[in-house]
């Protein structure tokens, strides 16, 4: 029993004191039993994975990233738990400690770190970074695998993306009306934003032609959740486009 409890561990030994140089030999072998244009092919795909991962999750610009520029203008309320943490001075409650909405424009997703909107419907008003020509809109949520209760009825459900041109004076031009679904296994929904022209005269958006449209202030408007009669979790509102570039003047040449 004991030598052969002394040979286990010699071959461990081996194992541990080797295992760049096995590692390397797996490696060779492989080249040598598959094709190299199959070995390229699956590098690629990794490497294109993880870029597209880094670049956000889905690969494109996000204009209401308060990182990149984005900012909150305006809100409706947000829902101050008493179950939450609580702030008091010799017992006396002060403070209720509540989400920002904020929330929805930063790059971290996690159970709970999400702005909880007062009830079941209100909105969120967000200045881009920049004016965008606006193309499409994503909204996320956390999986049901992740979230606490085992529930996604704090998700928003029915909403309107609505955009103005340039200040909160310009006038409000509906950019559709969607829904977001929960249980299909898809935390981030993205919804492509059609010419608004359009938009008003069917409801069938499948007609109509993408948004040519600028617009440098967003709005997302809830109007029902999955259920949670209390408050509307929104995790992140993410917004993708064409950024307007200036027109440079022309360079006068010389005069001949």
């Keep these: ?12 030994a081996f194992l541990y004191m080797y295992r760049g140089s096995l590692m390397h030999i797996g490696v060779l ?10 070995l390229k092919t699956t590098n690629a795909i990794v490497d294109e994975a993880l870029a597209k991962y ?15 520029g984005g900012s909150v203008l305006c809100s409706s309320d947000t829902y101050y738990s008493k179950s939450g943490a609580l702030y008091s001075v010799f017992g ?10 904020r929330e929805v424009i930063q790059p971290e997703v996690q159970p709970g770190k999400c702005w909880a909107m007062h009830g079941q419907s209100g909105y969120v008003t967000i200045q ?14 956390i999986p049901t695998e992740v979230a606490p209760s085992g529930r996604l ?3 928003p459900k029915e909403f309107v993306i609505v955009g103005k041109e340039s200040e909160m004076t310009s006038p409000d031009v509906l950019l559709g009306h969607f829904a977001y679904q929960v249980g299909n296994g898809q935390p981030i929904q993205l919804y492509d934003i059609k010419d608004p022209f359009c938009t008003r005269q069917t409801v069938d958006y499948s007609s109509c032609g993408p948004n040519q449209e600028v617009f440098r202030i967003i709005t997302l408007k809830v109007l029902s959740n999955h259920g949670n009669p209390d408050f509307t979790c929104i995790y992140r509102l993410r917004v993708h486009g064409k950024p307007l570039r200036p027109v440079l003047p022309a360079i006068a040449g010389p005069d001949h």
Excluded: F, K
């Design 1 to 12: 029993m004991v030598l052969y409890l002394a040979s286990v561990l010699l071959i461990l």
């Design 153 to 155: 009825d704090s998700a």
């Design 29 to 38: 072998a492989l080249n040598g039993i598959l094709p190299a244009s199959w």
């Design 128 to 141: 881009l970074a920049m004016p965008v020509v606006v193309s499409a809109i994503s909204l996320e949520h």
């Design 92 to 101: 006396i409650p002060v403070w209720y400690h509540s989400s920002s909405p």
């Design 54 to 68: 880094s670049a956000d999750r889905l690969g494109v610009a996000d204009y209401a990233l308060e990182s990149a």
